[in-house]
């Protein structure tokens, strides 16, 4: 399954702004991932259409994580960003052709179809099956206890250094 770049930067944003203490302005975000505001706003905005995170308007706004990061899932935030459409549409190509199968004897799916739905189904199981807290607790595993509470007090502070 082909996944645009946006689904990257947006399980990155959900995880760390599961360690932020306050709003975080997008270009903040951007910032850190070294991406532009532009980009970053939009990937933000597809968040906050699905209602993983909120935008908190004002001097001090910019974005919060809108559920417990346990229930948002990794399918949640690829459907967010890259909607949901299965990623094979089947077009009935047996119907087609000098050999063509009548559409009276199409009423199951073919096997291409079948096989290409019940992978589909495991994919989005999987990832749906992984939430922004897993990642996060991951990060901690990987970069030790104090790699996100620094990035948050970083996102937070405005300071230029990390």
């Known amino acids: 399954m082909k996944l645009s770049g946006g689904v990257e930067w947006a399980l990155h944003c959900c995880v760390v702004l599961t360690a932020a203490s306050e709003p975080v302005p997008a ?14 706003a939009k990937q933000l905005q597809a ?4 209602g993983l995170v909120r935008s908190v308007q004002g001097k001090t706004g910019g974005y919060v994580i809108a559920r417990e990061p346990a229930e948002i899932t990794l399918l949640h935030v690829v459907q967010a ?4 459409t299965p ?11 000098p050999f ?3 559409p009276d004897q199409c009423a199951k799916q073919c096997p291409v179809a079948r096989a290409m739905g ?7 199981a999987s990832l749906d099956g992984v939430t922004i807290a897993d990642l996060a607790a ?5 970069s030790g206890p104090d790699a996100l509470p620094q990035i948050g007090a970083w996102l937070t502070t405005g ?4």
């Open 138 to 142: 991951s990060v901690e595993g990987d």
């Open 81 to 84: 960003v890259d909607g949901a």
């Open 27 to 40: 270009a903040r975000l951007a910032e850190l991932h070294e991406v532009s505001p532009s980009y970053m």
């Open 47 to 50: 968040l906050s259409r699905a």
């Open 87 to 97: 990623a094979f549409v089947c077009t009935e190509i047996r119907q087609r052709g």
């Open 118 to 124: 019940a992978a589909d189904a495991a994919w989005r």
């Open 100 to 102: 063509a199968t009548p």
């Open 159 to 162: 300071s230029d250094a990390p």
